[in-house]
């Protein structure tokens, strides 16, 4: 393994590309490097087999490629300089890409103690043992999609694509018992034809397994199959960042919410403690590994903000507020 792609805001940290990032990245992130395509099929994605995007695209983000040894050489230096706290390793879908996400984990850790993510299409359960023996320290396997349907659609079955929803499931399971409880991601895209209630009932279902759901809007990308698919509406990823913050937090549970026509209506909260939680600004960062804000991951700078890297202004606040209807 030669080389490894970068994320563009990363490659800026690093100080591999000279370049102005409004909000600096917090964590690294990398991603496997192949001359082809992913042989995933994801509807949603510039790597997928039949997208005619660019192949250094992921979501919105450039990914150019460097030389594994430099970017691992860098890494060190960041993190010693404190200005980052995790990486992340992404992996695309190819053949001995188990190898690869293998080799750039032991390099990294034999080099600095940085905290590692990896984030990968359902691997063998030896394979996580290898991960975790190394000592990355978390891994992400993404359902993407809330239901089995929908899961089908863009990325499974009927998507042309090889991977199944009971398939993603058991690797989550396993990974819960190699890697531990709260140590375990999967990225839930909003968006994608769900409605409130199924959304809400996934992320609570995550939770309940051990497994951290990071949210993310659905991005339309240039050349992808979903390209014409349009952006959730902000007020529909506000409800559900609210409700993320209130699972995850252990402060109300699914159960506790009511919903009418599978739109959430009462979050079981007064109305003086939803105020009080929208006004901490903290359900609208970026959801994901500790120390990972990925800035505009699945924005323009301009806005609308759905993710934000860091904690909302109170002008961004009260924004937010008339977004939910508080105001």
């Given at each position: 393994?030669?080389?490894?792609r970068?994320?563009?805001?990363?490659?800026?940290?690093?100080?591999l590309i000279?370049?102005?990032?409004?909000?600096?990245?917090?964590?690294?992130?990398?991603?496997?490097?192949?001359?082809?395509?992913?042989?995933?099929?994801?509807?949603?994605?510039?790597?997928?087999?039949?997208?005619?995007?660019?192949?250094?695209m992921?979501?919105?983000?450039i990914?150019?490629a460097?030389?594994?040894?430099?970017?691992?050489?860098?890494?060190?230096?960041?993190?010693?300089?404190g200005?980052?706290?995790r990486?992340?390793?992404q992996?695309?879908?190819?053949p001995?890409?188990?190898?690869?996400?293998?080799?750039?984990?032991?390099?990294?850790?034999?080099?600095?103690?940085?905290?590692?993510?990896v984030?990968?299409?359902p691997?063998?359960?030896?394979?996580?043992?290898?991960?975790?023996?190394?000592?990355?320290?978390r891994?992400?396997?993404?359902?993407?999609?809330?239901?089995?349907?929908i899961?089908?659609?863009?990325?499974?079955?009927?998507?042309?694509g090889?991977?199944?929803?009971?398939?993603?499931l058991?690797?989550?399971?396993?990974a819960?018992?190699?890697?531990?409880?709260?140590?375990?991601t999967?990225h839930?895209?909003?968006?994608?034809?769900?409605?409130?209630?199924?959304?809400i009932?996934?992320m609570?279902?995550?939770?309940?397994m051990g497994?951290?759901?990071?949210?993310?809007?659905?991005?339309?990308?240039?050349?992808?199959?979903?390209?014409?698919h349009?952006?959730?509406?902000?007020?529909y990823?506000r409800?559900?960042?609210v409700?993320?913050?209130?699972?995850?937090?252990?402060i109300?549970r699914f159960?506790?919410?009511?919903?009418?026509?599978?739109?959430?209506?009462?979050?079981?909260?007064?109305?003086?403690e939803?105020?009080?939680?929208?006004?901490s600004?903290?359900?609208?960062?970026t959801?994901?590994?500790?120390g990972?804000?990925r800035?505009?991951?699945n924005?323009?700078p301009?806005?609308p903000?759905?993710?934000y890297?860091?904690?909302?202004?109170?002008k961004?606040?009260?924004?937010?507020?008339?977004?939910?209807?508080?105001?």
């Amino acid at each position: 393994m030669e080389k490894v792609r970068v994320s563009v805001g990363s490659a800026i940290v690093l100080g591999l590309i000279r370049g102005v990032v409004d909000a600096e990245p917090t964590t690294l992130y990398l991603l496997t490097y192949t001359e082809g395509r992913c042989l995933a099929n994801c509807a949603f994605c510039p790597q997928a087999r039949t997208s005619t995007a660019r192949t250094d695209m992921l979501s919105r983000v450039i990914w150019p490629a460097f030389n594994v040894m430099d970017v691992i050489r860098c890494i060190n230096k960041v993190f010693g300089e404190g200005k980052i706290k995790r990486v992340c390793i992404q992996a695309l879908n190819y053949p001995g890409v188990q190898d690869d996400i293998i080799y750039l984990a032991a390099r990294i850790r034999s080099e600095s103690n940085v905290p590692i993510s990896v984030s990968c299409q359902p691997i063998k359960r030896e394979e996580m043992v290898t991960l975790a023996k190394i000592g990355v320290e978390r891994i992400g396997i993404a359902l993407d999609a809330v239901t089995e349907e929908i899961f089908s659609k863009v990325k499974g079955e009927m998507a042309n694509g090889p991977y199944r929803w009971s398939l993603h499931l058991n690797a989550l399971k396993d990974a819960i018992e190699i890697f531990g409880r709260g140590k375990v991601t999967t990225h839930l895209i909003a968006g994608l034809g769900e409605n409130d209630e199924e959304f809400i009932s996934m992320m609570q279902r995550c939770v309940d397994m051990g497994i951290y759901p990071a949210v993310f809007a659905f991005t339309p990308i240039s050349r992808t199959r979903m390209a014409a698919h349009p952006k959730p509406s902000i007020e529909y990823y506000r409800r559900i960042q609210v409700a993320h913050y209130l699972i995850t937090h252990g402060i109300k549970r699914f159960e506790d919410m009511k919903f009418r026509d599978g739109q959430i209506i009462d979050f079981g909260l007064s109305r003086d403690e939803l105020k009080r939680i929208i006004l901490s600004g903290e359900p609208f960062m970026t959801s994901g590994c500790p120390g990972c804000n990925r800035p505009y991951y699945n924005e323009d700078p301009k806005g609308p903000i759905y993710n934000y890297p860091r904690k909302p202004t109170l002008k961004e606040i009260s924004e937010i507020q008339r977004q939910m209807g508080m105001v």
